[in-house]
């Protein structure tokens, strides 16, 4: 079990927020996925390591920046 919290530039309403839920919740052994607007921050819960490309990936598809991840 593993607890990411990555940087995402572009979110702005709860329908990016939406967008990204469902996005990154898709993922294989993503269990939950926190998006904090206020922050910009997505804190991602997954039973593995998460991939830092491929989360950049679908975060890219769905039109959001990610810069990395947060300290
Ligand atoms: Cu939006």
């Known amino acids: 079990m593993s607890t990411t919290t990555y ?4 979110m702005s309403c709860a ?15 993503v269990t939950g996925v926190d ?5 910009g921050q997505v804190t991602v819960s997954s039973t593995t390591e998460p991939d830092d490309a491929l989360m950049g990936e679908v975060v890219d ?9 947060a300290a």
């Open 15 to 29: 329908h990016c927020k939406a967008t990204l839920t469902k996005v990154i919740g898709e993922l294989d052994g």
């Open 7 to 10: 940087a995402v530039s572009g």
């Open 35 to 39: 998006v904090d607007l206020a922050t």
């Open 61 to 69: 598809d769905a039109g959001y920046e990610l810069t990395g991840r």
